[in-house]
């Protein structure tokens, strides 16, 4: 709050345009910032709570919520001069899982992807359908993940598998292979 209020008064007492446009987009970048932490201290919350008492899942079109976080993202990207990009290939992209969690996410992998790949770079989300299940990757042509912190990278929790590509050169993936919905009995 003390760095938006002093951007705020910078960009009050600047009688420059470009410079307080600089201000002004630092304001929103920084409002950005905020809600985004708010709303994962809240689904935070919200899972920890969860784990006395299930949350509420349904079945979700994986494609669809990529779309979208690709659209809500699509400013930041165009502002860092990253060409984002959306695959899909395969069957159905239906999942089980909390839609705000699944949400989430998605946002996380493609937030990070865009902030660590450098202006003019390349950020693609694809979504691979199979009988198995469905495969989101998330990959960028940023400086990757050193090899030390990969291990923090990687987790297993009922359903899903994450994992995390080491840096090689200029490569970096983030996948989660998700399992389709039991079939009706």
Same mark, same amino acid.
């Given at each position: 709050?003390?760095?938006?209020?002093?951007?705020?008064?910078?960009a009050?007492?600047?009688?420059?345009?470009?410079?307080?446009?600089?201000?002004l987009?630092?304001?929103?970048?920084?409002?950005?910032?905020?809600?985004?932490?708010?709303?994962q201290?809240?689904?935070?919350?919200?899972?920890?709570?969860?784990?006395?008492?299930?949350?509420?899942?349904?079945? @979700?079109?994986?494609a669809e919520v990529v779309?979208? @976080?690709?659209?809500?993202?699509?400013?930041?990207?165009?502002?860092?001069?990253?060409?984002?990009?959306?695959?899909?290939?395969?069957?159905?992209?239906?999942v089980?899982?909390?839609?705000?969690?699944?949400?989430?996410?998605?946002?996380?992998?493609?937030?990070?992807?865009i902030r660590?790949?450098?202006?003019?770079?390349?950020?693609?989300?694809?979504?691979?359908?199979?009988?198995?299940? @469905?495969?989101?990757?998330?990959?960028?042509?940023g400086?990757?993940?050193?090899?030390?912190?990969?291990?923090?990278?990687?987790?297993?929790?009922?359903?899903?598998?994450?994992?995390?590509?080491?840096?090689?050169?200029?490569?970096?993936?983030?996948?989660?292979?998700?399992?389709?919905?039991?079939?009706?009995?």
């Amino acid at each position: 709050m003390t760095v938006l209020n002093t951007q705020v008064s910078y960009a009050l007492s600047n009688a420059d345009p470009a410079a307080r446009d600089d201000a002004l987009r630092g304001i929103r970048d920084g409002v950005q910032q905020g809600i985004r932490l708010v709303n994962q201290l809240l689904l935070l919350f919200t899972a920890e709570a969860g784990a006395a008492q299930p949350l509420r899942q349904a079945e @979700v079109d994986l494609a669809e919520v990529v779309q979208r @976080v690709l659209e809500e993202l699509a400013a930041l990207a165009q502002a860092r001069n990253i060409d984002l990009g959306f695959e899909r290939t395969g069957d159905a992209a239906t999942v089980r899982g909390t839609p705000s969690m699944l949400h989430e996410l998605v946002a996380n992998l493609v937030d990070n992807a865009i902030r660590y790949t450098p202006p003019g770079g390349v950020v693609t989300a694809a979504i691979l359908g199979s009988a198995s299940g @469905v495969t989101l990757r998330v990959e960028d042509n940023g400086p990757g993940i050193q090899p030390t912190s990969a291990s923090a990278c990687s987790s297993a929790s009922t359903g899903c598998t994450t994992t995390a590509r080491v840096a090689r050169g200029w490569d970096c993936r983030s996948c989660a292979k998700l399992r389709r919905p039991a079939a009706p009995t």
